[in-house]
């Protein structure tokens, strides 16, 4: 990837150690609504142990509108308990995923819901992105409550075009 990033195959990466945040304020964070992430990777999040710490590899609240394009979003983990959303939390804001990857990026804990992504009380769009890979505790650990390996959509409109779901476990 580092090399990559050299010959310029990717305009943008984000990376964390899994450890800390890849930002000085410890997380990203967008003023404006209708912000647009193109052809970036972010990967290698870790959500915060406490419980109900959502989100590890992007995090989407407070009615922001996001539109994330031609991105891969992968390896991010959450182990918090009572917690939602490895890849992707977005809760009461619209979120638009399109010509994306959203790969293997887990819940570890026995009571959490959307590997990949967690989308709830908003309009949200998922166009020609594939899911693959993506899981959440109950695949380890039968019966833990867990659900929504690839994604967990609930309250509000979830539309789903063209996407492919590979492999992902709950």
Do not use: Q, W
């Not at 990837?1 to 000085?24: M, N, R, T």
């Not at 590890?56 to 996001?66: C, D, H, I, Q, W």
């Not at 638009?96 to 309009?123: K, P, Q, R």
Request: with cysteine; proline share 3%; hydrophobic share 40%.
């Amino acid at each position: 990837i580092h090399e990559a990033k050299k010959l310029g195959a990717y305009k943008g990466l984000v990376e964390a150690d899994g450890a800390k945040s890849p930002f000085p304020s410890e997380h990203f964070a967008s003023a404006l609504s209708n912000s647009v992430l193109e052809h970036i990777t972010i990967r290698n999040g870790r959500g915060a142990t406490t419980a109900n710490a959502n989100g590890a590899g992007l995090v989407l609240t407070n009615g922001a509108a996001l539109r994330i394009r031609n991105c891969v979003i992968r390896d991010n983990v959450n182990p918090s308990a009572d917690a939602n959303g490895a890849g992707i939390y977005a809760s009461g804001s619209p979120l638009t995923v399109e010509d994306s990857l959203i790969e293997n990026n887990t819940m570890t804990s026995n009571i959490a819901d959307g590997g990949g992504v967690f989308v709830t009380g908003s309009y949200n769009t998922f166009l020609r992105t594939t899911f693959r890979a993506n899981g959440v505790a109950s695949a380890v650990v039968p019966a833990s409550g867990s659900i929504g390996g690839a994604c967990y959509a609930e309250i509000g409109t979830n539309v789903f075009v063209r996407c492919r779901f590979e492999g992902n476990r709950s």
